[in-house]
């Protein structure tokens, strides 16, 4: 199973920016990461088969995720970014595949 990100970059504080992952196989939930320089990873969001969503406090009311099945692709769609947002995004497929990670860098 493959898991490629994108949609990082450089963006100013209060922009947005859409993240991509689609997985080479269909999956039950994807899960975003988030690791900030010289931190570890921390949830940041989660999809399930089932509906089921997941949003870390700091980013409630920001960040939405989202599912294309019939593309096997999530979407975190991040507004009102800040610069705290920075680091790279990582999915995490079905407890199991990690993907290269996509950079998020929110600066002036």
Known sequence: VQLVESGGGL???????RLSCT?????Y?????HQAPGQERDL??????GGILYYRDSVKGR?????????NTVY???NSLKPEDTGMYYCHMDGS?????TQVTVSS
């Open 76 to 78: 975190l769609q991040m």
């Open 23 to 27: 997985a080479s196989d269909s999956f």
């Open 44 to 49: 940041v969001a989660r999809i399930t088969g």
């Open 29 to 33: 939930a994807i899960e975003w990461f």
């Open 63 to 71: 960040f939405t995720i989202s599912r294309a099945n019939r593309k």
């Open 97 to 101: 595949y990690w993907g290269q990670g």
């Open 11 to 17: 963006v100013q504080p209060g922009g947005s920016l």
